[in-house]
């Protein structure tokens, strides 16, 4: 069975598309995030409180910060989207809103703290005690009078926040619904968190196509958010986000849903059946290659003037990859491709597959490709179990 031929990845980015974006040196500061690959996502180790502190600090220095919330659904829809897909991969922050991501961490022993749910986050961002000024809210999307009413109440109940200004678009197009004149409206609003709320994948392609004209520091698709706030949807109760049971109650109260959630746990059944399970299987087994700590060895040298060849040695894990840091950060400023020759590589892991993700997010920014050499049959494996072969080919 194969969930991994999805497309081709290094040809994902339109090439009239951040074309002319220039790679800095504060990007070295992305590679020292802690992001993992999680069936084929990137995920931020953080906790609640760790992604709340990333927002209050872009708002107060007025840096961008692309929010996006991961779930059991992004996780399948990135399957096959592969717009879907490189919008989590351009995020800034990506945390694990659901139970089965948390579950598959835990089971293949990757250290994620907890869920950080997107309702959680913002409501913990609005029950917060401000000593001066409160975050200012603007909500994009909804269904018809939905923004507006959560727009009343949480202007009415938040500590932490205030609601500058609301806007429903209706059902229409990505391309209508981004407007010159949309756009200068919400950027007149001037606010510090933008809550878009248009269902997932318009809502992330939304977010794509406009989020380098917003002049809004934290931007996410919160789709929940909104109904949670206005009061025409109850968020579950905490035995039932727990249990990872949240599902149930959202079919309970909202019955069209159940579809989806049908058809995205049996994906998940195959996922976990082909993918995770023998993973988990192999790790267990071979746990002796994961007990390096030695960092890993890197010799790089010009393949030609058009890439850059690293040679690695040793095991590439999570304790061992330090040295990758600055040597990836390096390379994307350089804008060339990267060739990465794994032959004297014993093992990898998904923190290493993270790295790699964050590198070939950068490589994109100037159509830079990223591709591996001399990939043993056991890495290859690692690879697709993690849902990240196109990487190799």
């Not at 790679?23 to 070295?28: A, G, L, N, P, R």
């Not at 609601?163 to 510090?192: K, L």
């Amino acid at each position: 069975m194969t969930l991994n031929t999805r497309f081709d990845y290094n040809a994902l980015m339109p090439k009239t598309m951040m074309k002319n974006v220039a790679v800095s040196s504060t990007q070295e500061n992305e590679f020292s995030r802690n992001v993992w690959s999680i069936l084929g996502l990137p995920f931020d180790l953080v906790s609640l409180q760790d992604a709340c502190s990333v927002t209050n600090r872009a708002i107060a220095n007025k840096q961008r910060c692309f929010l996006t919330t991961p779930n059991l659904n992004f996780l399948i829809t990135a399957q096959s989207d592969e717009a879907f897909f490189q919008s989590v991969m351009d995020s800034d922050l990506s945390v694990a809103d659901g139970m089965p991501i948390i579950w598959v961490a835990k089971f293949l022993g990757i250290p994620l703290p907890e869920r950080v749910a997107g309702s959680d986050l913002f409501a913990g961002l609005s029950q917060q005690k401000q000593s001066d000024k409160k975050i200012s809210v603007f909500f994009f999307g909804g269904q018809a009078g939905v923004a507006e009413q959560a727009y009343l109440q949480l202007n009415k109940h938040s500590t932490g926040m205030s609601c500058c200004g609301f806007y429903d678009p209706g059902f229409v197009s990505v391309e209508a619904m981004s407007s010159e004149q949309i756009i200068d409206m919400i950027n007149q609003a001037n606010p510090d968190f933008l809550v878009v709320a248009l269902g997932a994948g318009k809502g992330q392609a939304w977010i794509q196509k406009n989020r380098h004209q917003l002049k809004v520091p934290v931007i996410s698709h919160l789709g929940a958010v909104i109904n949670f706030f206005a009061g025409t949807v109850k968020r579950s109760p905490q035995v039932f986000q727990y249990m990872g049971l949240e599902w149930l109650w959202r079919i309970y109260q909202e019955p069209v849903l159940w579809k989806r959630y049908f058809r995205d746990g049996l994906v998940f059944l195959r996922m976990l059946l082909f993918y995770v399970i023998p993973y988990r299987t192999w790790l267990r087994i071979h746990r002796a290659l994961f007990k390096d700590v030695v960092p890993v060895k890197v010799k790089s040298g010009g393949v030609d003037s058009n890439a850059i060849l690293m040679t690695l040695d040793g095991a590439c894990t999570e304790s061992t990859i330090d040295p990758l840091r600055a040597l990836f950060a390096d390379a994307v400023l350089k804008e060339q491709d990267v060739i990465v020759d794994l032959e004297k590589v014993t093992v990898v892991d998904p923190a290493f597959i993270g790295l790699c993700l964050m590198l070939l997010k950068y490589l994109k920014l100037y159509q830079g490709q990223l591709s591996f050499r001399n990939v043993s049959a056991r890495n290859r494996k690692i690879f697709n179990w993690n849902l990240v072969g196109f990487l190799l080919h």
